[in-house]
């Protein structure tokens, strides 16, 4: 028997990779370089192409056309069983008739490890998600996040080069989700494995991820850092799905002069994306500040319509010039005195203008 098992990370190559169900394309044509080691998330709505896609790297789904590369190499061809991935689900999938040692040490029994070598890597894997001295139990003595957290271990016991998770945490409540992100995150430092993610939780991607694709209508839309795609969203789709914005419409004649023209106003603003003509400013609601009526610095005179306290911060609801809506967000040692019915000059740092094609 082989005590042998994979420890390095592999790399994840996507090459115009499609699938078609009939005429319905479900992804289309994505490119993408997963590195070696990466915590890679799918993020997107229902029906966005996220799981799809994963589905077409773990060979679950044969693709339309393109490939899937594994450190370079093609696996379109190679059966799921022997591509050697780790695979999480939301359902926990767990043998009830096993104990919870047995269900870990399943994919090493199946590999032909030894059975002393296996008792100590599911001691290892149990300890690594924290459950230390539970593999005598059954499944059906756990509770759904100590369930999940047994499927975590089957999952990374030998070491795959790449663990897919197919949003593992969505079937628990916000308490426990916010518990095992923070031990997704350390396991995947702690093994240093390929982790491609799949969830709709803008939050759970933001926290967990070196990077995010944010999946559109079976596209992705943008790639990149959980700060840049917040900070620097490319679309209004990704601004919209990444959190909450106030949008100021109108339109910017150069890429090189950072001025939005609204109505009669002149913005100051930042154009990364080198917008031209009818465009969008963004602007997050925490990097908004509400100043009293005549102060210089203020840009827009606004009028405060709600105000909703979460504890950690005020959110007051806006109305903008043109009658659109906003969002302006205040810590509460930094909360203005403004109330609802309230009018008030909204300002922000020319940085925090962020500027978007004007059409989605």
Known sequence: MSDELTLAPSSVGLQGLTKNYGETPAVRDVDLDIWAGEFMTFLGPSGS????????????????NGDVLIDGQSVRAVPTHKR???MVF????????????????????????????RRQLVEEALGTVELDGFADRSPQELSGGQQQRVSLARAIVYRPPVLLMDDPLGALDKRLRDALQEEIRAIHRQVGTTFVYVTHDQEEALSLSDRIAVY???GIEQVGTPRDLYDRPATLFVARFLGESTLLCGVVDTPDLS?????????PVTNPNKVTGAAIAMIRPERLRLLPLGDPTGVLEIRVQSETYLGHVRKLGISLPDGTAGVVSESPGLASTVVP???????WDVADAVVLPGEE
């Open 341 to 347: 019915g309230d009018s008030a000059l909204l300002a």
């Open 216 to 218: 559109n209508h079976g």
């Open 84 to 86: 050697g991935m780790g």
């Open 90 to 117: 939301q359902g926990y999938a767990l043998f009830p008739h096993l104990s919870v040692g047995d269900n870990v040490g399943f994919p090493l029994k199946r590999r032909g490890i030894a059975k002393k070598k």
């Open 49 to 64: 192409g996220k799981t799809t896609t994963l589905n077409m790297i773990a060979g679950f789904v044969e693709p339309t």
């Open 259 to 267: 001025v939005l023209r609204t109505g009669s106003r002149r913005i």
